[in-house]
């Protein structure tokens, strides 16, 4: 079992940046791969990033490449994700979700790939 939990997001101002932390109890993370999803009100939830067990693969979105960076501290059982250049339309609930590599990284976008969820923390973007 793991039990994941997401810190970090708050209100921020449009070109302003946030680091999210995914942070892991239970059994150690660094057997799972670990993404990143979103939901943004009225919308469906979304695949962000994600990244490989070993930090040798990492994907990401085309809306967030080149703004968000997916890293990883398994000594820490922990993943960041940190996010600059942010937009209003980053607002959203970002959800940290683990699973075995051998299933996420076949589609990462997949949600039904992830066996663990976080609770969400709240990112808003706005003036």
């Known amino acids: 079992q793991v039990q994941l939990v997401e810190s970090g997001g708050g209100l921020v101002q449009p070109g302003g940046s946030l680091r999210l932390s995914c942070a892991a109890s239970?059994?150690?993370?660094?057997?799972?791969?670990i993404g990143w999803f979103r939901q943004a009100p009225g919308k469906e939830r979304e695949g962000v990033s994600c990244?490989?067990?070993?930090?040798?693969?990492?994907y990401y979105a085309d809306s967030v490449k080149g703004r968000f960076t997916i890293s990883r501290d398994n000594a820490k059982n922990t993943v960041y994700l940190q996010m600059n250049s942010l937009k209003p339309e980053d607002t959203a609930v970002y959800y940290c979700?683990?699973?075995?590599?051998?299933?996420?990284?076949?589609?990462?976008?997949?949600?039904?790939?992830?066996?663990?969820w976080g609770q969400g923390t709240q990112v808003t973007v706005s003036s």
């Open positions: 990244i490989s067990p070993r930090d040798d693969y990492t």
């Open positions: 979700a683990a699973g075995p590599s051998t299933q996420v990284l076949r589609s990462w976008v997949l949600e039904y790939e992830y066996d663990y």
């Open positions: 239970g059994s150690g993370l660094n057997y799972y791969a």
